[in-house]
């Protein structure tokens, strides 16, 4: 018997073996596949948000504002910030990652800041460059009270915008002023006339050494302290592990800032910067 032979035989008896041990082999036939109802049944099914009209929602018209120093993708200018009118939504919700990255986790100084979920922040008040003529020198920064915003002026007509906090009627500072020095992780002493407002603030007074740095405390991150005429005006600029606070009136006065927006700032503020606050 030939080789051919031999195991033409074999396989006979393989086969008749896992026949009798209650094996079958079963042999795909690709042919009967329905091409048609394989795609129907396999077509993916994309996210639509209720209550979108897509054949209404208005096309992007103006340059996606960019972090400084991130290229400008296409991907960027394609997706915007979070609840950017846009051509068309493909997939799952899309949040910015320019926008993500300037607003996720940072280690700093021992303290981890969390994470701000900006898919809850109004888009307007998510930092970004704008258009902003002004008669103030670069370097100068303007506290819009009226919008809930804060500008850093740029050259070329141009400043990088904020969204903020504010102080309830009748606890709100306005003028102009000077950035008289600037504190990283700083202590937060309540001011005499909180102290008798509000008792309960009384363990963090200047008499008993205020509180210490941390996620908890109410100046956040940063602080910018406020001077006119050589005197402290007692009003901040500071961040807040509040986010949500942010858009609204609701503080001592001070101008609140998200932790990871006040950290920008205060690298970008100058020495004495002037502050306008209308």
């Known amino acids: 018997m030939n080789g051919l032979s031999r195991l ?4 006979g008896l393989v086969l008749a073996a896992l ?3 209650g094996c079958n082999i079963l042999i795909p036939d690709t042919g009967a596949t329905d091409p048609a109802r394989f795609v129907q049944e396999t077509y993916p099914v994309f996210y639509k948000p209720p209550g979108i009209d897509p054949d209404r929602v208005r096309p992007v018209n103006a340059p996606i504002p960019q972090r400084p120093g991130v290229p400008a993708t296409i991907y960027n200018q394609t997706y915007g910030i979070p609840g950017a009118t846009q051509m068309r939504t493909y997939g799952m919700p899309v949040v910015n990652p320019v926008s993500a990255a300037m ?4 280690r700093d100084n021992d303290f981890t800041l969390p994470a701000i979920p900006i898919s809850r922040v109004d888009p307007e008040y998510l930092r970004q460059e704008v258009n902003y003529p002004s008669s103030e020198k670069p370097g100068t920064i303007i506290v819009d009270t009226r919008t809930k915003h804060l500008y850093l002026i740029q050259a070329g007509g141009k400043a990088i915008r904020y969204g903020v906090g504010l102080g309830r009627d009748g606890y709100a500072w306005s003028g102009r002023g000077v950035i008289q020095w600037k504190q990283k992780w700083p202590r937060w002493t309540p001011p005499d006339d909180m102290v008798k407002r509000q008792p309960e603030v009384r363990a963090f007074s200047a008499a008993n050494g205020g509180m210490n740095p941390g996620l908890g405390n109410p100046l956040g991150a940063r602080a910018l302290y406020i001077f006119k005429n050589g005197e402290d005006t007692l009003y901040r600029v500071h961040g807040t592990p509040d986010w949500q606070s942010i858009g609204k009136a609701v503080s001592s006065g001070c101008v609140r ?4 927006d006040v950290m920008d700032l205060y690298e970008r ?3 004495k910067a002037e502050i306008v606050v209308m």
Do not use: C, F, K, R
């Open 103 to 106: 607003y996720g986790e940072v």
């Open 257 to 260: 800032m998200m932790n990871q």
């Open 8 to 11: 033409s035989a074999m396989s």
């Open 19 to 21: 026949s009798l041990s």
């Open 269 to 271: 503020v100058p020495a």
